[in-house]
């Protein structure tokens, strides 16, 4: 199919831009990589007035260091997350999991900020944003504001951005003191939208082995990324391990609400939520020295 009619706007600012966008309102679209974009476009499921593309716009497209961790422009594309220094140096789960979305040809075009807009409850970016406290930068009329991950999904492709506003950054901090990290996911064929994926982030005294920091957010099994602050709850001071570790994934699978599609059944979701958390948990401990 072929896209229904639009106006093409590729302004050179980005006052130029929110002006655009400030005139037309919902019947706009900004276009950066376009991997979400497009296919909407031509299956006629966003039948946008207009299209804003950002790509001529200056200063979006940095990857700089930011509160221990980094910050990334509305223009970087997701490659830029395997290949950067910085984000291997600072904060390697992204690296890690960026692996996962989709294929080359596809991060070699989709933006990070971009995927994060969209708002897909299955793709890994969300998710991330969600475990890792990252800070959306949106931009407007009136200036700029900051809006955390705990507020900035709404829910299924939707978003605390109002339609005047564009994501031109996302503020990644530094990894909490003593955490580290695992990303696993499960999906049809490798590049696909997972059917249940988790991050999960851990932190443990050496010498008492008992757990002092969990974060743990599954993707993939509602309508937004879901942190399961319970299941954090019930490690926190207890030894590492698999025992605990299955504790927290059981609290996953009861507490997670997914949906049924073509794709997988929820009961499918809750099991794989769980499972997953479970695995991800003992290669955290792995990563930490445990056994």
């Known amino acids: 199919m072929k896209p229904a009619r639009f106006d093409y706007y590729d302004p050179r600012s980005l006052e130029e831009a929110l002006e655009l966008l400030q005139k037309h309102q919902a019947d706009s679209k900004i276009l950066a990589g376009g991997q979400s974009l497009m296919p909407l476009l031509n299956m006629r499921l966003a039948r946008p007035k207009v299209i804003v593309d950002i790509n001529r716009i200056d200063g979006l497209n940095s990857v700089k260091s930011w509160n221990g961790g980094i910050s990334i422009g509305a223009r970087v594309n997701q490659r830029a997350l395997e290949r950067e220094k910085q984000v291997a140096e600072r904060l390697p789960i992204l690296r890690e999991a960026a692996q996962h979305i989709g294929h080359p040809q596809i991060r070699s075009r989709g933006t990070v900020c971009g995927s994060l807009a969209h708002a897909d409850p299955a793709a890994e970016l969300p998710a991330l944003a969600l475990a890792l406290d990252a800070e959306f930068v949106a931009t407007g009329p009136k200036g700029a504001r900051t809006i ?4 900035f999904f709404v829910s299924y492709f939707t978003t605390s951005l109002e339609p005047n506003e564009i994501l ?51 993707f993939g099994v509602g309508p937004t990324p879901v942190r399961v602050k319970e299941a954090e709850e019930a490690l926190i001071g207890q030894p590492a391990g698999e025992k605990s570790f299955h504790a927290a994934a059981e609290i996953v699978s009861r507490g997670v609400d997914p949906d049924n599609d073509v794709h997988a059944s929820a009961d499918y979701r809750r099991s794989v939520a769980g499972t997953l958390v479970r695995r991800a948990l003992l290669q955290v401990w792995q990563k930490l020295g445990g056994k």
Do not use: Y
């Open 148 to 151: 955390p991950s705990d507020s």
């Open 168 to 218: 031109t950054e996302v503020r990644f901090p530094g990894s909490p003191k003593g955490m580290a990290w695992s990303f696993l996911e499960i999906s049809r064929r490798h590049g696909d939208f997972a059917l249940a994926g988790v991050v999960a982030g851990l932190a443990v005294d050496p010498g008492r082995r008992s757990i002092t920091g969990a974060r743990l957010v599954c």
